[in-house]
């Protein structure tokens, strides 16, 4: 479950230092910013919409046969992103790769959900989490290493080995859990899901592009999408067996608990995205110096994951949330003062800091959200969790990618030297294509309008943070607690007035 989980974080971490590559019209494909954006965002948007099915996918057929679907589908989407033509290609692909974990990532969790003892609950989804970060951890590494002495489609193919080993390992070790009934999947719903979700999306990047919010090309994309997310909703509450259940949000430590995940990870895949760029561009970093500066935070994921459990106990499930959400949008604003002179050592720092703020909010955020979710929809309830998150990652990558290259292209043009037009149009497409040019004065002018945009960007995302803050000091008012053996492992008790157990 562990290594199945690390995967999909492997191949997000991964991402993020072949993107400036990507975006290279040598060594890459050339990608613009609205082709990275998708690059990056269709792979969450795709796996945000696929978890409501693989949820309920894991409870008709069992857990272990959508797991192993998940990650079949995974490794042939991977295989075909590594060879792609053109970054058309590679996002159709990465779509895909999101159908796989999609099905993969509740199996994951409703395996160990049913599979643990309640005491040993709290302690296995802290695990559980934790890999999350060593996939963090392990995919700048890898990544720049592979990109130092293969193409960039390496970092794509690298996840077919890894595939092979946890099935392997799935067939070896983990017991068939029986589904939780013949649950039926909501086709039309789910594409309207993705459809929905997709144009809001898609309104948000061509916004980013220079595309004004009174083009067609932004708002019809944007009001269809929502009025698609709406008739989504109405049509989950109508339906005798939804996919995904509006009505768990009447719950206030769930509702309150996806607020402040979305929140978290919109900031969170918004300051990766740039953070990425900021590296190997102003500072000038390898791809593989790059990964490895940025395991920093990948350590902080791991330590403060595994610190979640004793945080809450000694704490509560609403401080250790509101400290993790927090301390990551610290980190987040001092990238306002950050140019091509900071110290990499504050910077190793703050990805300590940030890492650890994220890490050690999983365990009691997840805790709340299952609280309340019978055992037989462990795979449906969980999925919801997951696919906050992956939702928040591809609107982050959405909307702080859209203030980049706004701002990118703005502070730019007036700077930009005598050159052709066709020149011209490359440079403001992104930071690499401009020094593909191979002009100093360009160069120059390019890393001071992208650090600049990069403060813009750096305000989004420390404002998001700083909402999600407020959703938990406002939304979660419970504490965890040891369980009593007649109890749910994750019944919460109140932090001002503990309630005794009525068994």
């Not at 990650?71 to 779509?95: E, K, M, W």
């Not at 983990?174 to 979700?197: I, K, N, Q, T």
């Not at 970093?285 to 403060?304: E, H, N, R």
């Not at 940030?354 to 997840?366: A, C, K």
Request: charge should be positive; charged fraction near 10%.
């Amino acid at each position: 479950m562990v290594s199945a989980q690390m995967l999909i974080w492997l191949d997000n971490s991964i991402l993020n230092v072949a993107l400036a590559t990507m975006a290279d019209p040598v060594a890459g494909l050339g990608a613009g910013s609205g082709d990275l954006e998708w690059i990056a965002g269709s792979y969450s948007l795709v796996f945000a919409s696929t978890l409501f099915a693989g949820g309920a996918l894991a409870d008709r057929f069992g857990p272990r046969r959508t797991l192993v679907a998940g990650l079949a589908v995974f490794a042939v989407a991977s295989a075909a992103g590594a060879y792609a033509a053109t970054p058309a290609h590679l996002i159709v692909a990465r779509g895909l790769m999101g159908v796989g974990s999609g099905l993969l990532m509740p199996a994951t969790l409703s395996i160990i959900l049913q599979c643990t003892a309640p005491a040993q609950r709290t302690r296995a989804i802290a695990i559980w989490g934790s890999s999350s970060g060593f996939g963090v951890a392990i995919g700048p590494v890898a990544g720049g290493a592979l990109l130092s002495h293969f193409w960039w489609g390496s970092v794509f193919l690298v996840n077919v080995p890894i595939v092979a080993g946890c099935l392997a390992g799935i067939a070896a070790v983990v017991p068939a859990v029986p589904a939780g009934g013949r649950r039926r999947l909501d086709l039309p719903g789910l594409f309207m899901s993705v459809l929905g979700f997709g144009g809001v999306v898609f309104g948000v990047v061509e916004l980013g592009r220079q595309v004004p919010w009174t083009s067609p090309r932004v708002y019809v994309p944007v009001l269809a999408g929502l009025g698609l997310i709406a008739a989504f909703v109405v049509g989950q509450l109508r339906s005798a067996a939804p996919s995904f259940d509006p009505r768990l949000f009447t719950k206030r430590r769930f509702a309150a608990g996806n607020v402040v995940l979305l929140l978290a990870f919109m900031a969170l895949s918004g300051q990766l995205f740039f953070a990425a760029f900021y590296l190997q561009g102003p500072r000038g970093l390898t791809p593989q110096a790059a990964g490895g500066i940025m395991v920093a935070a990948a350590v902080g994921i791991v330590l403060g994951s595994l610190s979640a459990p004793t945080a809450i106990r000694l704490g509560s499930a609403r401080w250790t949330t509101a400290g993790g959400v927090l301390a990551s949008g610290v980190t987040y604003a001092s990238y306002l003062w950050f140019d091509e002179r900071t110290s990499l050592a504050v910077l190793v720092v703050m990805l300590f800091v940030q890492g650890f703020g994220m890490g050690i909010l999983g365990t009691p955020v997840t805790i709340a959200m299952m609280a309340d979710v019978p055992a037989h929809l462990t795979g449906a309830g969980s999925a919801v969790g997951s696919a906050t998150r992956q939702l928040g990652s591809a609107l982050g990558v959405a909307i702080a990618g859209s203030v980049l290259a706004a701002v990118y292209r703005q502070q730019l043009a007036p700077a930009l030297p005598a050159i052709p037009e066709e020149l011209r149009e490359r440079a403001l497409t992104s930071v690499e294509s401009a020094r593909s040019v191979g002009s100093p004065a360009l160069s120059a002018a390019a890393d001071g309008a992208f650090l600049t945009a990069m403060s813009a960007a750096a305000v989004v995302t420390a404002l998001l943070a700083a909402a999600g803050f407020v959703a938990a000091v406002v939304g979660l008012h419970v504490r965890a607690a040891q369980p009593s053996p007649q109890r749910r492992a994750e019944t919460p008790v109140a932090e001002s007035r503990p309630r005794r157990s009525a068994g």
